[in-house]
């Protein structure tokens, strides 16, 4: 069904698209995220993807969260294992269906192109949809005060901005 408009515009029968998009995908020039989302892998395209795109084209609404959201605004100097994103959506992994899902927090993590993504379910009353009102109250997100990218989660401002300050820094001899 996701595919009937690709195949429309192009002018193809859904199952000779179907057929291209396995054959690229078995020959490494794609690679199938989800069913009807893909990233190209061939030269044609020589940039590498950054993984909150990659997050976020696998689960919407999503927004990057805990430590993945300290090491993209550089309050880490460690990069994390894997990428945690908050969604109010309940998130199913390949892997679960199969019974064989990777759960080092007891949360299913989803590993994609090399990555993992570990996807935290929140109510939705507390996710808020920044991109359309802004918090759940109707005021401005934290994200539109200070110019953050989209992705980026209030939790995770509002933690930074919470032990932040409690930090202590000492300096070396």
Not at 27 to 36: D, S
Not at 57 to 86: G, R
Not at 94 to 122: C, L, N, Q
Request: hydrophobic share 45%.
């Amino acid at each position: 069904e996701q595919i009937k408009p690709l195949a429309n515009t192009q002018k193809l029968s859904v199952s000779h698209l179907r057929y291209l998009l396995s054959t690229l995908a078995n020959a490494g020039w794609i690679e199938i995220l989800k069913r009807g989302t893909y990233l190209v892998k061939s030269p044609l395209y020589s940039e590498d993807v950054p993984v909150y795109a990659i997050a976020a084209a696998l689960i919407q609404p999503m927004a990057v969260s805990h430590w993945s959201a300290c090491a993209h605004h550089s309050f880490t100097t460690q990069n994390p294992a894997m990428v945690q994103a908050i969604t109010p959506t309940k998130v199913i992994t390949p892997e679960m269906r199969t019974g064989k899902a990777y759960s080092p927090r007891g949360r299913a993590v989803w590993t994609v192109s090399g990555h993992d993504f570990e996807f935290i379910h929140v109510a939705p009353t507390l996710f808020g949809d920044f991109r359309k009102s802004g918090l759940t109250r109707g005021s401005k997100s934290a994200s539109q005060i200070v110019n953050v990218p989209p992705w980026i989660s209030l939790p995770a401002l509002i933690f930074l901005a919470v032990f932040l300050p409690r930090l202590k820094f000492w300096k070396t001899p």
